[in-house]
């Protein structure tokens, strides 16, 4: 009796849950749907994240797969009979780095990315099949990568045209592109770009133009993401008569200064006959042994502030008075000028490509023997031949150095007055490399931070394909016939803490460049950097 009682109590509550049951079941089987986020996904090179993608209602689903958009059939990971698959034609980019992230029982399929990189930029699918009803989502990411600074390179092509180029590389996501005039009016006509994309999905962009440097008198080239600050470069473009003339009138101009040199020579001669030139010679040495240092010193300030005034114009190397040995003297203003051209905004630094350096000054000093501060060598360079030489050892292991910045350390900080030194690069093809001075600060900051005057550093910076510039904010290209093979650097500082540096072919004595009048108190020491394109080494001479 009791037992049919009991019978007739639990049966109807049985049946009730297996019905229960069953209309779950069928409406897993009939139809869910898919929550992805609808906005894009933003990291960088090296991050973890997570693609967010769960179904709604909850459940365990019997199959999740992630691939990427046409490549079903290789996915980046399935998921199936409760486990996740190990296949043959999984997407080989993504292995040991994707795993299933949340619990999956409750209806969470989201995929977790470990170790990105630029090429992992994109769209991600979400697919999810429970029996015959299957739902995909799609999920956004960008992999962030900041290029780096535009440089410009320019190509005489005659008949008083240059071609100027513009490149910058190491870009993720494709960057913005613009050229402007000097009054900051977009250039739009005539130009020609190119995107390109390296094996680890970053890109490279570059663009060209014919221009006539007398109808433009300069050019800026900026790139970058379209919701960060622009990177930006210069050029002054500035041809001389003998380049912008035409073949019907460049005779014209032999012409006459073949008649002024002619005049200039028979005017000459008739003073040479008549004593004056012997007379002027003579006082001309006199007033030279009655002038003070003080006095020298203010002609050589006199003689460089007037061809500052000319620089404008291109003029042949002229060689500087020459100082007796061990002088002190201070060859520049204790005082920047007001206005330098030039300059760098943010560091009052000017830095000058077409004022002639001092090389015999330069030469007149004994080269230091610098060495390597070992203590500052970073783990991607090492250092050989009793600490004179600098080299990266393995480039191809070295990934995402777009942002890193290493090198060395001489042995410093230098002190007041003058120094000269000379840095070889053994191998004519080296595709990078900078030398320069650092301050006692920047010393101390991690590869990472920019090499510029802003934080401390002054270099002439090279890179294969763009050349030699000065590493000012926006960079400042330094023309050159040739790569070079061994450079000088001389450095001038004052007690008060204001220098000047100048660089030099060593080989020839060619003048580079410049950094002049930067204010730094707390002394100089000495930096280069191999790069880390090649194994080719950098040695202190």
């Known amino acids: 009796m009791v037992g049919c009682i009991l019978r007739d109590m639990l049966l109807p509550r049985l049946c009730l849950m297996l019905v229960v049951l069953h209309a779950e079941e069928t409406v897993a089987s009939v139809s869910f749907s898919i929550l992805v986020p609808g906005e894009k996904i933003l990291a960088s090179p090296g991050d973890t994240i997570t693609l967010p993608c769960s179904v709604s209602p909850p459940f365990h689903p019997s199959e999740v797969r992630w691939y990427r958009p046409d490549k079903y059939d290789t996915p980046i990971l399935l998921y199936k009979k409760l486990q996740v698959e190990e ?20 209806g969470n399929a989201s995929l977790k990315l470990d170790n990105l990189s630029a090429s992992d930029s994109g769209e991600y699918v979400c697919y999810i099949q429970h029996d015959s009803w299957y739902e995909r989502g799609r999920v956004l990411t960008e992999v962030r990568v900041l290029g780096s600074v535009p440089l410009i390179s320019i190509t005489d092509r005659g008949n008083g045209q240059v071609n100027v180029t513009c490149v910058s590389e190491g870009w993720s996501p494709q960057p913005t592109f613009t050229w402007r005039n000097r009054k900051g009016i977009e250039i739009k006509k005539g130009l020609n770009k190119v995107h390109s994309k390296d094996d680890q999905g970053l890109t490279t962009v570059s663009s060209w133009m014919l221009v006539s440097p007398s109808d433009s008198d300069g050019l800026f080239c900026s790139v970058g993401l379209p919701d960060q600050e622009m990177m930006e470069s210069r050029v002054a473009l500035h041809l001389s008569r003998e380049q912008t003339c035409t073949p019907t009138g460049a005779w014209k101009d032999v012409v006459i200064a073949i008649l002024a040199l002619c005049l200039l020579g028979v005017g000459i001669y008739h003073l040479h006959k008549k004593g004056f030139i012997k007379w002027l010679l003579s006082q001309k040495n006199s007033n030279r042994e009655e002038a003070t240092d003080e006095e020298i010193v203010k002609f050589g300030q006199e003689e460089q502030m007037e061809h500052r005034a000319n620089s404008n114009s291109c003029t042949e190397p002229t060689n500087s008075k020459e100082l007796s040995e061990g002088t002190t003297e201070e060859i520049h203003s204790e005082k920047p000028p007001e206005k330098p051209k030039g300059e760098d905004k943010e560091t009052n630094t000017e830095v000058d490509v077409s004022q002639t350096p001092e090389w015999d000054e330069a030469k007149q000093h004994k080269v230091l023997k610098l060495i390597v501060d070992e203590k500052t060598v970073p783990p991607s360079l090492t250092v050989k031949g009793k600490g004179a030489t600098v080299y990266c050892p393995q480039p191809e292991k070295i990934h995402g150095h777009d942002n890193y910045f290493p090198h ?38 991690t590869p990472r931070v920019p090499i510029t005057p802003e934080n401390g550093f002054w270099v002439l910076h090279y890179e ?27 450095l001038n500082s004052s007690k008060k803490g204001i220098h000047t540096m100048s660089f030099f072919n060593a080989e020839n004595g060619w003048p580079l460049c410049s950094f002049k009048y930067f204010k730094e108190s707390g002394g100089l020491t000495p930096v280069l ?13």
Do not use: I
């Open 87 to 106: 296949q043959e034609a999984a997407d080989t980019q993504y292995t040991g780095r994707a795993s299933l992230f949340g619990a999956l029982e409750e």
């Open 408 to 445: 060395v350390l001489c042995t410093g900080p230098l002190s007041s007055g003058r120094h000269y030194w000379e840095v070889e690069m053994k191998k004519p093809d080296k595709q990078s490399w900078y030398v320069g001075v650092c301050s006692t600060t920047a010393a101390k900051l």
């Open 464 to 490: 294969k394909g763009t050349g030699l510039f000065a590493n000012t904010k926006p960079p400042l290209l330094v023309p050159t016939v040739k790569q070079l093979c061994k450079l000088g650097v001389y």
């Open 529 to 541: 950097s191999p790069g880390l394109r090649d194994k080719y080494p950098l040695t202190v001479c």
